[in-house]
């Protein structure tokens, strides 16, 4: 990257027609909190908590969790911190808690886990809400949520949580909620869940991964995981205008939104934040200065009646060429 490309991170990404778009960075490390404050990230759109859960050797406890998440949350108070809670299963393992099945990305994981060990979900609750503490920016959003009950019992125990700690005497807020779509049954409860949270995060790498029936990590498939099939831009439209209906902000953290071809369309759609990978911000709020909404959805109304990937990718790539 250029330095002007770099200094211009800085800056907020706005399209050429007046649109602020947030571009906030996806983190699960701690080590990546001043490179993300530095690179000119709006602030953390995803906080994989797992990955501190993963290079430990017991599950951590309420107070060390507490510690991890005020490192997060308090230098890039008040942008937000959008904290997600333990996301286990799946191809994510933790040493000392085994989960073997024959078929994991269908099985045991992410929200399924929690709710079934409301123990370690109220640990985790109780250690976000108490992070939290005289700081205004904390959202806490739950994952692989496929049903209205699933959501419903999570934020019971949020609740619960809350009400804990009140009469324990901490002066606790309640924070911004928010669900991941990332299970195709998602898609279409978008506005019935929407309804009863703050926000919705698309989570494009399990999305695809479920709603394509390729498995996100298998080489042997790959070529057949793709986020411009029509099918991954339906859901997404489907998706965002559920969020729209339901009066709540969409934003999209999986890998999508660091592709530059796909955040054409995701402008075209009025998906309101991109979180990506700390490397990707200066070229994410490149694209969105080089478009106009209008423009974008010009774009995404053409790719919206084209049948094969690689025609949608290339009318992307053409656009991009033309804006330099
Ligand atoms: C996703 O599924 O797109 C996502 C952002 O979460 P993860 O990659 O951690 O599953
Ligand atoms: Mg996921």
């Not at 990332?182 to 506005?191: C, K, Q």
């Amino acid at each position: 990257l250029t330095e002007g490309l770099r200094e211009l991170a800085q800056e907020p990404a706005i399209t050429t027609d007046g649109i602020e778009v947030p571009v906030y960075a996806n983190s699960g490390l701690l080590a990546d909190i001043q490179p993300s404050l530095q690179s000119g990230a709006d602030g953390i759109g995803l906080y994989r908590t797992e990955v501190p859960f993963m290079i430990r050797e017991r599950f951590p406890g309420e107070g060390e969790q507490s510690r991890i998440y005020r490192d997060v949350l308090e230098p890039f108070d008040p942008k937000p911190v959008i904290l997600r809670t333990l996301d286990v299963g799946g191809d994510k393992a933790l040493p000392y808690f085994p989960v073997v099945e024959d078929n994991p990305f269908l099985g045991w994981r992410g929200i399924r886990i929690t709710l079934d060990h409301p123990e370690i979900f109220l640990t985790q609750l109780r250690a976000m809400l108490r992070a939290s503490v005289g700081l205004s920016n904390l959202h806490i959003m739950f994952p692989m949520i496929g049903a209205l009950s699933e959501l419903k019992g999570a934020l019971q125990l949020l609740q619960r949580a809350r009400d804990e700690l009140l009469d324990e005497g901490y002066a606790v807020d309640m924070p911004k909620v928010g669900v991941m779509v990332e299970v195709p049954s998602a898609v279409y409860l978008a506005e019935t869940l929407a309804r009863r949270v703050d926000f919705l995060s698309v989570g494009t790498n399990d999305l695809v991964q479920y709603l394509l029936a390729v498995d996100r990590n298998n080489p042997r498939v790959a070529a057949l995981y793709d986020g411009m099939h029509p099918a991954v831009l339906h859901a997404l439209k489907q998706a965002a205008e559920g969020a729209h209906r339901a009066g709540k902000s969409i934003s999209v953290c999986g890998e999508m939104a660091a592709d530059p071809a796909a955040v054409i369309l995701l402008l075209g759609l009025e998906i309101d934040a991109l979180s990506v990978s700390v490397a990707s911000l200066a070229r994410i709020k490149w694209v969105i200065r080089s478009f106009s909404r209008e423009r974008a959805k010009e774009l995404l109304d053409q790719c919206l009646t084209m049948e094969e990937p690689v025609a949608i990718r290339a009318l992307l790539d053409n656009a991009l060429v033309q804006a330099g």
